[in-house]
């Protein structure tokens, strides 16, 4: 059974750090890219950094800086340190593992961000 279970969210003032990982079972991790997604209140899910098999990361525009996405294979766990939080930084956090013909996803923790 596949699971991914994220954590490491909850509530930080501006400028704050949190620490987000994705802890992943029954999936062949090491051969899977791994994304965070994030979806705010009222708005559409959307890529926020991702990590393939290679470890070659990309990040979207408004996180490039500020947020890190790393890998342990040996844990099969993914994480996303993020730094100089911004209270637009505030959304649910979806940790996805992609093989392009299937994914899954774990049922995101939330990060909320006080101005």
């Known amino acids: 059974q596949v699971q991914l279970v994220e954590s490491g969210g909850g509530l930080v003032q501006a400028g704050g750090s949190l620490r987000l990982s994705c802890d992943t079972s029954?999936?062949?991790?090491?051969?899977?890219?791994m994304g965070w997604y994030r979806q705010a209140p009222g708005k559409a899910r959307e890529l926020v950094a991702a990590?393939?098999?290679?470890?070659?990361?990309n990040y979207t525009d408004s996180v490039k800086g500020r947020f890190t996405i790393s890998r342990d294979n040996g844990k099969k766990a993914v994480y996303l340190q993020m730094n100089n939080l911004k209270p637009e930084d505030t959304g649910v956090y979806y940790c996805?593992?992609?093989?392009?013909?299937?994914?899954?996803w774990g049922k995101g923790t939330l990060v909320t961000v006080s101005s």
């Open positions: 996805k593992a992609d093989l392009g013909w299937k994914d899954y």
């Open positions: 029954g999936i062949m991790f090491s051969m899977y890219t």
């Open positions: 990590i393939n098999s290679g470890s070659r990361t």
